[in-house]
């Protein structure tokens, strides 16, 4: 089917069934210039991902994984929300999605206006002790001078995002699995969703009857095993046709 009547008809379902949820990754945000981990310019071409993003690597030499970590924070605080976000946004404002799951850590869904946001991964507005647990404001201790930020009790912190050898927080996984299993349509949107435990909520959403459409400039393993409705293209370029078709 062309992409514009897949487009139309994700529209009809939309205003027929509201209802929606959307799971988002790191394709949503490349429009605001936060690159995709993988790929020629991603973090993992440059760093490895045991050495500097596991918990492991992090308890081994916090100052070694801070040298990621900077990277990764100086690279959030810059970006803002694209129009992707702001679609997204306004279908929340219409009654027509109820939220979005997000596997993001830069916060771009809240700065846009979405409301109901599911952080899947954590984020970068918090650091966290690995050793008492206490948690400060990201602004409150982080420095420019390379120099990676201490709790009161002497550890370094880290950020409050999940990293590889970590759990998902129970309250965001618990809350992502509820929403897959209550929403009418799960769009997926710049992910392929490989990483367990976020790989299975596409299956989730379809056992319990959701249409999952896809939203990807190629195709993924989704496409052909749990995939509906495929629409190819950019985020930013195929939610703007959806929220026109709304309006």
């Known amino acids: ?38 790929g020629a310019q991603g973090l993992w071409e440059r760093y490895d991902l045991m050495e500097y993003a596991s918990i492991e690597g992090f308890r081994a030499n916090p100052e070694k994984s801070w040298r990621m970590l900077y990277e990764l924070l100086a690279v959030c605080k810059k970006a803002k929300p694209n129009a992707a976000h702001y679609a997204l946004a306004e279908l929340e404002s219409r009654g027509l999605l109820r939220s979005v799951i997000t596997q993001n850590v830069d916060s ?24 008492c647990w206490k948690n400060y404001p990201t602004d409150e201790r982080y420095g420019n001078d390379g120099v990676p930020p201490r709790c009161d009790c002497g550890e370094i912190l880290k950020t409050n995002v999940v990293l590889f050898g970590e759990p998902i927080p129970w309250l965001a996984r618990q809350s992502a699995e509820e929403e897959a299993q ?5 769009m997926v949107i710049g992910t392929s969703a490989q990483v367990a435990p976020a790989c299975d909520l596409p299956r989730i959403a379809r056992a319990s009857g959701a249409v999952i459409v896809e939203i990807n400039p190629e195709k993924t393993w989704l496409t052909d095993t749990v995939t509906h409705m495929y629409i190819p293209g950019s985020a930013s370029g195929v939610l703007c046709k959806l929220l026109e078709k709304q309006a």
């Open 1 to 38: 089917m062309p992409t514009d009547e897949l487009i139309e008809k994700v529209s009809g379902l939309l205003a027929e069934r509201g209802n929606a949820v959307a799971l988002t990754g790191a394709g949503i945000s490349v429009e605001s210039d936060i690159p995709s981990f993988r």
């Open 108 to 131: 771009l869904h809240q700065a846009a206006g979405s409301r109901r946001v599911i952080e899947y991964h954590g984020n970068m507005e918090e650091l966290v002790c690995v050793s």
């Open 182 to 186: 209550n929403c009418s349509m799960l």
